[in-house]
């Protein structure tokens, strides 16, 4: 293969790589900058949470025995534990309904009765008991209980 052929594969691939970018960029949000993502913090970190950092970093970094979170986590066999997903977010405190969307596009607190299954389901009885009752009292033919 000569130069100028691998040139052009290389311009083909760049070309590639740039429309699967493209095609994978997510779409801006209407009135908001960098969807939402607010700008580094001028605070410092908290101290507590920057030695965790410091320590799981340590760890990884120990050119004689490296310890990876993940590796470490898999190899133990509680991971294999179908309730351990319920423990990790007890764990860490993690809100599983929380939303990284502004209030006013998705507040998950908001959430009314009549959104629930059962409601629905009820609802769905109802109606359908409505639609019955009018076809059976319009019918042509009858379908009334006689005495």
């Given amino acids: 293969m000569s130069q100028g052929e ?10 590639e790589v740039e429309e699967i970018r493209a095609l994978l960029h997510p779409e801006s949000i209407q009135g908001m900058a960098d969807w939402g993502i607010p700008p580094a913090p001028d605070e ?3 101290p507590e949470l920057e030695a965790k950092l410091r320590q799981f970093h340590a760890l990884k970094n120990d ?3 490296p310890k990876h979170f993940n590796d470490s986590l898999m190899s133990n ?6 309730h351990l997903y319920a423990k990790l977010v007890e764990f860490v405190d993690v809100d599983e309904s929380a939303t990284n969307f ?3 596009i998705w507040d998950p607190t908001d959430v009314k009765d009549e ?3 059962d409601r629905i389901g009820a609802w769905l ?3 359908v008991g409505n639609v019955i009752q009018a076809l059976l009292l319009h019918a042509p033919w009858s379908l009334r209980a006689t005495n």
């Fill in 63 to 65: 050119t004689e025995n």
């Fill in 115 to 117: 959104w629930f299954y």
């Fill in 77 to 82: 066999r509680s991971f294999r534990n179908p």
């Fill in 44 to 46: 410092d970190c908290d």
């Fill in 6 to 15: 691998r040139n052009h594969d290389r311009v083909e691939e760049d070309a």
């Fill in 102 to 104: 502004p209030k006013h």
């Fill in 125 to 127: 009885l109802l109606l």
